[in-house]
């Protein structure tokens, strides 16, 4: 089994880290710019890219641009404002707390803005 790259960080660290990535970026991303931002290989990167899919049951669109492909979350139309009852709050308001770190600072502001612009936070 070859060497990790990052053997310090964890599979499901990964897993949020990337899904947070294409989820709230909203851009498509090379293969390789992920394996860099990750800290691991392609064919991780691609594994994570199908666990995303099958566990969360999002659709991720492969855009092949010459010899290198981009990969990005296909999303859906925006649904009309909806009431947010407490619970549903107070689990805003974990996950806000629980992503900041693994995002890194600039996704992770970018992800927080619709959330001000819709008084959440």
Do not use: W
Request: hydrophobic letters at 35%; one cysteine or more; a positive charge.
């Amino acid at each position: 089994m070859p060497r990790k790259i990052d053997p310090d960080k964890k599979y499901g660290e990964k897993l949020i880290q990337l899904f947070g990535r294409l989820l709230f970026s909203r851009r498509p991303h090379f293969l390789t710019e992920l394996a860099e931002v990750l800290c691991c290989s392609k064919q991780t990167v691609l594994r994570l890219l199908k666990d995303i899919e099958n566990s969360y049951q999002v659709e991720i669109k492969r855009t092949p641009r010459g010899r290198q492909a981009t990969y990005v979350i296909k999303t859906r139309k925006p649904h009309a404002a909806a009431y947010v009852s407490k619970s549903e709050m107070d689990v805003l308001r974990m996950c806000h707390a629980f992503t900041e770190r693994l995002l890194g600072k600039g996704l992770f502001q970018e992800a927080r803005r619709p959330l001000i612009r819709a008084r959440f936070f």
